[in-house]
């Protein structure tokens, strides 16, 4: 480790009262806290802490099922399946303390209920294939890994970030250049930050240069250390920042330190080399995309009078940049049944457009406004695309072409380049 990486060391934390039901639920968390003591230096796979052997990497060839990690307790839990069940990967266990379960859609593979954290580890070990887990873990426990490729950065849920917070009390500390410049911290009595992330941490601190930092380790309710002389300010997660506030911290400028949501992640190595990987995370993907795109999005339906589809097309065009939809309206004939038996085409066209949720209300209105009857609104599902970016992407990171899939997908070795 550098001499300008901070030092890292533990603390117990002791007993403190309050009333706030945030801060009742960080007196709990106090009483779960465990002495950790994690290793000063960066490693491909972090050790599980105090005598534990290093862990190990599977060979590939030590299993066949295809197994997929996602997260037990906890919030990434239950928007984790919500968001799998939104896309017709439903999750079944048999019982509520079973750690395995399946995706009857896509047989063949495991589910396994496992804690964030070792969600990551169990994708560096090779114990699983795919997993879903917060980019703030991925970061802290993944350790930038050259095994671990995100399939996709962005699922939508556990947004929050990573950020230094200090005392409010410590009115001349607003920025983190007035943290590095304090003069009450200096090699003799060193910055005491306290984290659940120290990698990301320890790397953060390096970052910018600040050399007279100690870090300290616990495991939740990190924002009562400040006040109970513990630490000086910690870095821990955000998200509405009430936390903080219930504890009299704040943020500091320039000491966001990452950004976090719900991601889909991947074993390079199961990907490349485990029969059937490539293409479960391809129709993930898929439809992980068409889902997400289609989130926030509903189908407007509504019959318009004109005299052909191209003048109701101009009318709805000419309604604005709203009624155009995702790449313009979609308008048909509607045919009436003749007595003869026949169909003709009448003067109605049922005009099509995806609008965003928030904006519903007003479409009907300028529908309206165009002669439109009949509105009909529609949840969407799905809006698939051309083929994702991310899975070209994701392609590109491992160093594969289309053609190189369409290889696997038929059981055939990839082409070597
Ligand atoms: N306040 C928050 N808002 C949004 N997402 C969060 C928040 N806190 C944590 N997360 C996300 O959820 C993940 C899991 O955190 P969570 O606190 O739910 O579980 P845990 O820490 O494993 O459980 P516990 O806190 O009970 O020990 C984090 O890695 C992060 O990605
Ligand atoms: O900005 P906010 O919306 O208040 O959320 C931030 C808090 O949420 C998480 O804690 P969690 O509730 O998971 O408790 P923990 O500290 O025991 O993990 C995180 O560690 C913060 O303490
Ligand atoms: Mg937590």
Not at 168 to 175: C, G, H, I, L, M
Not at 319 to 324: D, E, M, Q
């Given at each position: 480790m550098s001499s300008a990486a901070p030092t890292t060391t533990t603390h117990n934390q002791n007993k403190t009262h309050n009333f706030h039901p945030k801060r009742l639920t960080a007196f709990k968390g106090i009483r779960r806290q465990r002495r950790c003591r994690v290793p000063l230096v960066a490693m491909s796979i972090p050790q599980q802490g105090g005598n534990a052997q290093p862990l190990k990497r599977q060979p590939i060839?030590?299993?066949e099922a295809i197994r997929m990690g996602i997260p037990s307790k906890g919030r990434m839990a239950e928007d984790t399946q919500g968001l799998l069940k939104s896309c017709q990967l439903s999750v079944r266990k048999l019982n509520p303390r079973q750690y395995a379960a399946e995706i009857p859609n896509v047989p063949g593979m495991e589910v396994w209920f496992q804690r964030a954290t070792d969600v990551v580890r169990k994708l560096l070990t090779g114990d699983v294939d795919i997993g879903i887990v917060g980019y703030d873990m991925l970061r802290e426990i993944g350790n930038e890994d050259e095994d671990l490729v995100i399939v996709?950065?962005?699922?939508?849920?556990?947004g929050c970030h990573l950020a230094v917070a200090v005392p409010?009390?410590?009115?001349?500390?607003?920025?983190l250049s007035q943290l590095k410049s304090d003069p009450r911290f200096s090699k003799e009595r060193p910055l005491r930050v306290v984290t659940a992330y120290v990698n990301v941490a320890t790397q953060f601190f390096k970052d910018q240069g600040m050399e007279n930092v100690v870090i300290s380790t616990a495991d939740g309710a990190l924002e009562a250390a400040p006040a109970m002389g513990a630490a000086d300010c910690i870095l821990d997660l955000v998200s509405s920042g009430t936390t903080l506030r219930e504890n009299n911290l704040k943020e500091i400028e320039g000491g966001r330190v990452l950004d976090s949501q719900g991601c889909l992640v991947a074993s390079r190595e199961a990907l490349l080399k485990r029969p059937g990987v490539l293409e479960i995370v391809h129709e993930m993907l898929e439809r992980l995309e068409a889902h997400l795109r289609a989130d926030g999005v509903f189908m407007v339906t509504a019959n318009v009078r004109g005299s052909s589809a191209e003048s109701v097309a101009e009318k709805i065009c000419g309604?604005?940049?709203?009624?155009?939809g995702l790449q313009g309206p979609t308008v048909s004939p509607i045919y009436t049944p003749q007595s003869d038996g026949a169909v003709k085409e009448g003067h109605f066209y049922a005009v099509s457009i995806g609008v965003p949720k928030t904006r519903i209300y007003e479409t009907v209105k300028s529908l309206r406004r165009m002669g439109g009857s009949g509105v009909l609104v529609f949840p969407m599902t799905y809006v698939f695309d051309e083929e994702p970016p991310r899975w070209t992407s994701l392609l590109t990171q491992l160093g594969l072409k289309s053609e190189d899939f369409n290889h696997l997908a038929r059981g055939e070795a990839p082409v070597a380049r």
């Open positions: 060839e030590a299993r996709h950065d962005a699922l939508g849920f556990g409010q009390a410590w009115e001349n500390v607003n920025s309604g604005g940049s709203l009624l155009r």
